[in-house]
């Protein structure tokens, strides 16, 4: 009896993991594609056909159903289609806005006191335009288990590390077998005392939160903490909702990050939208990022101004948990920077860069 239960459990996570691959293998993958899917064929453009050599297009077939066919201006279709102006060159935008580089050995990036943040693959199942790591050398990063024990080694080592970061790309796009043996090769070290997944696959893949992943949550020793990243209360439809519920019912602290993006969350209504549905869902907003000024991404800048406007909106209209923070990540500083008004009067003060 013991071993049929057994067996009838690695078929269900075996079918689970076939669900979500399966999304990932029909996601579409041209900026073509995109627009026919969308009767939106007229925007064909060969300018932005250069802008998707650099960084190619990626969307889910579960994205794409909460865009709305025929408008050029949805809010989630912007975050996706790749732009001829993406390939102007704009004063201050580079390659690597946030000063990454410096601090990253090996796919670990250790910027912030106690924290050691690991670059866990460079997938996604998105391709968003204004993604800040879009220039990062991904291939740095832990492939292999032996590769994984060795960046595990050092974090055990340096004491001073109490959080262990998973990012990407998105860490979620590792299969369940592989989490299941980092989970076991992480609760082994004592001084980290927590676990933070950064990641957008609830959104972009619902079924991704699967039972096997939400077991391996429940049963952690250590706190897990996921932040998700959204930026429009449209990406929230039933089914990511479900798989909230998922994580929710796992134990999992859910938080939530997004970035102030110039025609897609710039109006008071789309961000006390997209906030409000956060807590409806049992979701912490946590941050609201000034945009990072990688290349390619500037048509998509928001001013500061603007931003500090639509915060004092949220605080008007939705319940203190309700506000993120408004930060800006700045190289070379200890901690994100809070985007407030002495804050916008230095940067102003500033000669262009
Ligand atoms: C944002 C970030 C963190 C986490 O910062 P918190 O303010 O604790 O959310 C850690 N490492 C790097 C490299 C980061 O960019
Ligand atoms: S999901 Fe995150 S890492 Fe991936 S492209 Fe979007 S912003 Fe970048």
Redesign the pocket.
């Given at each position: 009896m013991q071993s049929e239960s057994i067996d009838r459990d690695a078929d269900s996570d075996g079918l689970e993991e076939a669900a979500w691959s399966h999304s990932l293998r029909r996601a579409i993958r041209s900026r073509r594609d995109l627009l026919e899917r969308l009767q939106l064929s007229w925007m064909a453009d060969q300018l932005a056909e250069g802008a998707q050599q650099q960084f190619s297009t990626l969307v889910t077939e579960e994205f794409l159903s909460r865009m709305e066919p025929g408008n050029p201006n949805d809010p989630l279709l912007l975050q996706v289609l790749a732009q001829g102006q993406e390939l102007d060159p704009a004063p201050g935008f580079g390659p690597d806005p946030?000063g990454?580089l410096a601090?990253s050995t090996e796919g670990v990036?250790?910027?912030?006191e106690g924290?050691?943040?690991v670059v866990t693959t460079g997938a996604c199942a998105i391709h968003c335009r204004y993604c800040f790591r879009r220039h990062y050398p991904y291939e740095d990063g832990p492939k292999s288990l032996d590769q994984w024990q060795r960046v595990l080694d050092r974090l055990a080592e340096d004491h001073s590390i109490d959080?262990l970061?998973l990012?990407g790309g998105d860490p979620l796009m590792l299969p369940d077998a592989r989490w299941e043996e980092l989970f076991v090769r992480i609760a082994k070290i004592e001084s980290i005392r927590r676990v933070r997944f950064h990641t957008r696959l609830p959104i972009l893949i619902p079924a991704r939160i699967t039972q096997r992943l939400t077991k391996l949550i429940a049963e952690s020793p250590r706190p897990t903490y996921v932040?998700l990243h959204s930026n429009h209360a449209n990406e929230w439809d039933q089914g990511v909702a479900e798989a909230i519920g998922r994580l929710r019912r796992a134990g999992a602290v859910l938080l939530h990050q997004a970035v102030l993006l110039r025609g897609v969350n710039d109006r008071v209504e789309a961000m006390v939208d997209l906030h409000r549905r956060l807590i409806d869902l049992g979701v912490l907003p946590?941050?609201l990022h000034q945009l990072d000024p990688v290349a390619g991404a500037a048509h998509f800048a928001v001013a500061p101004e603007v931003g500090l406007q639509l915060m004092a909106a949220l605080r008007q209209q939705l319940p203190g948990y309700a506000v993120p923070r408004y930060?800006v990540?700045l190289a070379g500083e200890p901690?994100?920077v809070p985007v407030d008004e002495s804050w916008v009067e230095r940067r102003n003060q500033q000669p262009p860069s």
């Open positions: 946030v990454e601090v990036i250790r910027k912030y924290r050691a943040l959080e970061i990012s932040v946590y941050y930060v990540e901690s994100k």
